[in-house]
């Protein structure tokens, strides 16, 4: 055997430090694992962890979302106190046709004078009125019972159909209600003792009158609805209540918005209401009466009202519906 060829010689020393080194080296591999094994661990525990906490803020977030939506659902929804208000501010839609002026009636039928301007009446439209609810009713308002006979009210939407007051006398061949002959009488002789020529152009026309202008109009303009435009039929007109009366200026020929500039309405517009007269069709407020202005036609509703639908420049459909 050649020396390289010898077998090798391995001392006590370093056969137990070669053993040695197998143990260290089989111990840093048992506790690698145990590293990977409890890291394993840990990472398992935070996942786990992590879920739950996820699923807690799931479920939260939907529980505040199903209380807000349960919120706003009771809060939505009104009561039946709160429900009968809704119903009640509804705005009240008015179906009758626009764009009627009151007739002059006895004064165009007899004297021919006074006659309405055809330029000054509108096109047909269809009116809304907004009349204000009882709920919204002013703390101001007259204590007054509007069921009394000076607040009747005549227009298509209100017929009075054959209504026929007891009348009287008061010029020119003009009648009114006896229960305002005080009222008017006065009213026309303060005005002319403020200097102004006045002149009764019509009162009281009773419904055959009516009947007969209606027909005649309908017959020159060959429809009821263009007729209605100028005449209301009868039963309608409120000349047929006999409380109220076209009082214009004895110069001044043709009824249109002009009389407004003379100094005979200028007086009666301001003092009206001391006598218990109305400015009955005022001017902006055709959509809820349904008639054009009219500065010549006055109303007798009593001081009372009178002063207050001046004051606060509501027509008569307004201040009634306040009672309503």
């Keep these: 055997m050649s020396q390289d060829q010898q077998p090798s010689y391995e001392s006590p020393r370093d056969e137990e430090g070669r053993k040695g080194r197998e143990r260290t080296g089989g111990d840093e591999r048992r506790r690698d ?30 529980l505040v979302l199903l ?42 039928v007899e004297d021919g004078m006074n006659t309405v301007d055809p ?26 019972d509007i069921t009394s006979w000076q607040y009747i009210l005549a227009n298509a939407d209100h017929p009075i159909g054959d209504y026929t007051p007891e009348t009287k006398l008061v010029e020119n061949d003009q009648y009114v209600d006896y229960r305002i002959y005080d009222a008017i009488t006065s009213f026309i002789a303060d005005c002319r003792a403020a200097g ?36 209301l039929p009868p039963g309608t007109s409120e000349h047929q209540t006999g409380l109220s009366a076209d009082i214009t200026e004895v110069y001044y020929e043709v009824k249109n918005r002009e009389l407004e500039n003379t100094d005979m309405y200028k007086w009666m517009a301001a003092h009206c209401q001391e006598y218990g007269f109305i400015v009955r069709y005022p001017d902006g407020k055709e959509d809820i009466t349904d008639i054009i202005y009219e500065p010549w036609h006055f109303r007798y509703v009593g001081v009372e009202a009178a002063t207050y639908i001046m004051e606060h420049d509501l027509t008569l459909e307004e201040f009634l519906a306040y009672y309503e």
Excluded: C, H, W
């Excluded at 145990?34 to 906490?53: I, L, S």
């Design 67 to 108: 209380i807000i939506i349960l919120v706003a659902f009771f809060l939505k929804k009104p009561s039946g106190d709160a429900r009968e208000d809704v119903v009640a501010d509804q705005t009240v839609e008015v179906s009758t046709e626009t764009g009627a002026t009151e007739e002059t009636g006895a004064a165009e």
């Design 196 to 231: 102004n020529s006045v002149y009764l152009s019509s009162a009281y026309r009773s419904y055959d009158t009516q009947d007969y202008l209606f027909k005649r109009k309908v017959e020159q303009y060959g429809s009821e609805e263009e007729a209605a435009k100028i005449v």
């Design 119 to 144: 330029v000054a009446i509108p096109e047909e439209t269809t009116p809304e009125m907004t009349a204000e609810t009882t709920s919204d009713r002013p703390a101001d308002l007259p204590d007054i």
């Design 33 to 62: 694992e145990e590293r990977r094994k409890k890291n394993a661990a840990r990472k398992a525990a935070r996942e786990r962890q992590v879920r739950r906490q996820m699923m807690f803020i799931g479920g939260g977030t939907a």
